[in-house]
Each structure stands twice: as C-alpha cells, then as structure tokens.
C-alpha cells in the first residue's frame, strides 16, 4: 500500500524557517515524480513545487520560488521542503504527494502537514 | 500561468439525481505530445484530495463509474450520474500541461 506520511509542521514567526518532510513506503520511491501542494485554511490547492525522480530537475511556484527547496533522498525514500523566510501567507497545510506516473496527474496524497506562519 | 475558472462554484443537489461541473482554461491543455493533462480530484471535508479522473476522461483506479470527465482544448466536464450521500465535497479540475500546475477554485457539492 502506498504510504506519504508528512512531519515538521508547526508555528514559525514571520522571516523563519521550516524543514517538512515525507516519508514514502509502498512503491519504488526513486521511480516517481514528487510534489509538494499547500492549501490554506478554507481555501483551495496551490501546487508549489516538483521534483523528478531522479533528483535532476525541480520547479516552483512563483510565490515560493527563491525562498522554497525541495529535494528527496531515494535511499532513504523521503522528500523534503525546506522553506525559508516564511510569510503569514504561507500559513497552510502541506501536501506531500507522488505523480501517476507518465500521466501528469497525482495519484496519491498524504494527509498533511499545517504550518502557521504569526507573531 | 494556466488559469482554471471553475462553475458553478456551489451545486446542490438532491441524492440520486445527476451533477456536472465546468472548469475551463485560459489557454489550451493540449499538450506537445498530443495529450491533455487535465484531471479532476474530490476532496472530501476533513481529508487530503483525491483523483477522480486523469488525462479528462480516464477513470483512476477504483473510483466508481457514475464519475465520468470529458471535454477538449479549453472547456472540460465532469458529470456525476447519480449523486450519493459519499460524493459531498469539493471538487477541483487541475490542468498539468504546462508548470506551474494550476487549480480551479473548486465546486462544493452538497446535498439539497
């Protein structure tokens, strides 16, 4: 059974930094596409970011770009987010989740993690 | 960025009857391989999404066949037969054509 389980959530102030991760178990996790999605409270998703599967190519959403890190470890099936200089507006709960692969979609989620950015 | 605009943004409807939801893209989803990456995920209150349906009209795997997607270019469907009690949630078209990866806004559907 395919298996994300996020941690590293929590409560940052303003211009701080987190590091989320997931732990990936289940499937041939060097095999696949990874993404982190976020969603605010009450809002909708916001996809922020991809990595490949063999840690070659990454992208970013415009409103994370140069601030966001995402990176995997294959040998220890895990990816993480390392997000710096953290705003109100990147309060949310993140999404680990794991590409159908060769079709361009997400197959499966994890249940998240929240992070709350305040003073 | 691909901007999905999804209607109605509110459906109720009355169990046993059927829904649709629209979600059109401000540009064209083909993509340069000749496919369209447009896919559709519920997300029922209280847990992580769910896809429906990948690639506009391909059914993932256990997902019931009162789901069904369909649409081309920049205009996309996804009809529900007969609502049941299970489906209340929010339902979001998702374009991957083209990075950033884009959501519509998402349809809640209650039932009335």
């Known amino acids: 059974e395919v298996q994300l389980v996020e941690s590293g959530g929590g409560s940052v102030q303003p211009g701080g930094s987190l590091r989320l991760s997931c732990a990936a178990s289940?499937?041939?996790?060097?095999?696949?596409?990874m993404y982190w999605v976020r969603q605010a409270p009450g809002k909708g998703l916001e996809w922020i970011s991809y990595i490949n599967g063999k840690n070659t190519a990454t992208f970013y959403a415009d409103s994370v770009k140069g601030r966001f890190t995402i990176s995997r470890d294959n040998a220890k099936n895990s990816l993480y987010l390392q997000m710096n200089s953290l705003r109100a507006e990147d309060t949310a709960v993140y999404y680990c989740?794991?590409?159908?692969?060769?079709?361009?979609?997400?197959?499966?989620w994890g249940q998240g993690t929240p992070v709350t950015v305040s003073s | 960025d691909i901007v999905m605009t999804q209607t109605p943004l509110s459906s109720p409807v009355t169990l046993g009857q059927p829904a649709s939801i629209s979600c059109r893209s401000s540009?064209?989803?083909?993509?340069?391989?000749?496919?369209?990456?447009l896919s559709w995920l519920q997300q029922r209150p209280g847990q992580p999404p769910r896809l429906l349906i990948y690639?506009?009209?391909n059914r993932f795997s256990g997902v019931p066949d009162r789901f069904s997607g369909s649409g081309a270019g920049t205009d996309f469907t996804l009809k529900i037969s007969r609502v049941e009690a299970e489906d209340v949630g929010v339902y979001y078209c998702?374009?991957?054509?083209?990075?950033?990866?884009?959501f519509g806004q998402g349809t809640k559907v209650e039932i009335k």
């Open positions: 289940g499937f041939t996790f060097s095999y696949y596409n």
């Open positions: 690639k506009v009209s």
């Open positions: 540009q064209s989803l083909v993509y340069s391989d000749g496919n369209t990456y």
């Open positions: 989740a794991r590409d159908l692969s060769g079709c361009y979609s997400i197959d499966h």
């Open positions: 998702m374009q991957a054509t083209q990075f950033p990866w884009t």
